[in-house]
């Protein structure tokens, strides 16, 4: 027969300092437990949090003569979160026959962070880029039912557009005018079709009868949810 060892509980005081130590380390194991189902919990809030974050965008685009300048700034969490994209010049450069971007991108709510990049862009590295903007176009056709789906959650908060245009001739002028209405119409009922615009659009076009001039600002804000932006993306990347 072999002996088989019993704790040996003699006393009262003997039981009460076993029974304290097994409920020590019971404690401590539901200790940890909680430790664990907190940290997750907190995960899944700020994951909730963040499905649920709506992403600002800003545009604003101006155009004056030779002087372009574009900057599209995000914005999220009350601003705690911001990157702005900043091209202020784009222009010929005469030697080479490039087109020059000076771009500068900015980070952080201080905006401390900054970096900037001059690029060159031969006739050939355009001419590319445009071919494969067009095959994204044509991708992006295929991808309509889930662009659409997004687009409709989007929504339009400012829309502002201004335009100056002069070639001159006063009844040339005024008949580019009257295109430019046309079309600013169009492209803004276009949009209300596809996004949901929540304010009223400020469209005007200035002509200018007396000197050539071509001027165009455009300043507009857009909002949708992370979620939404991250749901579509793996959409799209299923459809790929």
Known sequence: MKNK???????????????????????KGCVHMVWVLTALAILLVLLIMMLFTKLKVYIDFYHGQDNDHLEIKFKALFGLIQYKINVPVMKLDKDSGSLVVKEKVETGSIEKDQRKDTKKYTAEEMLKSFQDMNELLQHVVGFYRIIRWF??????????WNTVVGVGDAAYTGMISGAFWTIKGSLIGFISTLMRVKTIPHIMVTPNFNAMMSQTSFK??????IGHAIFAGIKLIKFW
């Open 5 to 27: 060892s019993k704790i040996n509980l003699s006393g009262p005081a003997d039981r009460f300092i076993f029974f304290v130590f097994v409920d020590n380390r019971r404690l």
């Open 151 to 160: 687009l409709r959650r989007t929504i339009v908060t400012k829309i502002e």
């Open 220 to 225: 507009c804000m857009i909002m949708f949810r």
